[in-house]
């Protein structure tokens, strides 16, 4: 089985840009996670989907957006740039289901630098 | 003070010993309680999935919980090179499907 496919793998981006991410799951998982990953705040949970549904959300600002298609891929997306949003973004999948947690299975990330 | 502290190393030991990797927690909620192990310029990948105090076996992997300490600790027998990486432990978020993070602990086995 296909793990979890992440692209871009890196991304070098200005201040103030946009940028999206792509996030495909593994096959029949329907849940999808999103993290950022810093040396000083570690892994940071962003938002979840499940079924095109934004099902969880973290603490991160409005300028990060999610949003999941009929397949389960998942795009991310941050607007207005900052030097801080310069991360690791990772994706997991899960199978979702509801009742017991079910283990998410990461990608390998994408590396964006905003300058 | 956060809900998950993981002391970050680095942890440098010797080929063939016993590694001890620990977990404070202070949410006494959790009841899940994961390790993940990630590669430099790889996403983490779940090592071991425990539920409630007591031990979990998986090969050279030992996962221990003790709840009344809030303690969770991951033991690796004869170690090996391939072993280094940072470890993280992690815990689902009561209420919704997220997980908290510690902070990693790099490993280094020296051959």
């Known amino acids: 089985k296909a793990g979890v496919t992440q692209t871009p793998r890196y991304l070098i981006k200005t201040r103030g840009q946009q940028v999206t991410l792509s996030c495909s799951p593994i096959?029949?998982?329907?849940?999808v996670s999103w993290y950022q990953q810093t040396p000083g705040q570690g892994l940071q949970f962003l938002f979840e989907y499940f079924s095109e549904t934004q099902r969880n959300k973290g603490n991160f600002p409005g300028r990060f957006s999610g949003r999941q298609f009929s397949n389960s891929r998942s795009e991310m997306n941050v607007s207005t740039l900052e030097l801080g949003d310069s991360a690791l973004y990772l994706c997991?999948?899960?199978?979702?289901?509801?009742?017991?947690?079910?283990?998410?299975?990461f990608g390998n990330g994408t590396r964006l630098t905003v300058t | 003070q956060k809900e998950v502290e993981q002391d970050p190393g680095p942890l440098s030991v010797p080929e063939g010993a016993i590694v001890s990797l620990n977990c404070t927690y202070s949410n006494s909620a959790f009841q899940y309680f994961m390790w993940y192990r990630q590669y430099s310029r790889k996403g983490p990948e779940l090592l071991m999935y425990?539920?409630?105090?007591g031990n979990k076996e998986d090969g050279r992997f030992t996962a221990q919980v003790d709840k009344s300490s809030k303690y969770i600790s991951l033991f690796i027998r004869d170690s090996q090179p391939s072993d280094s990486a940072t470890y993280l432990c992690?815990?689902?978020?009561?209420?919704?499907?997220?997980?908290?993070f510690g902070s990693g602990t790099r490993l280094q086995v020296q051959p």
């Open positions: 425990t539920y409630s105090s």
């Open positions: 997991a999948s899960s199978l979702g289901g509801r009742g017991v947690h079910s283990p998410l299975h």
């Open positions: 992690a815990m689902p978020q009561t209420g919704r499907r997220a997980l908290t």
């Open positions: 096959s029949g998982h329907r849940s």
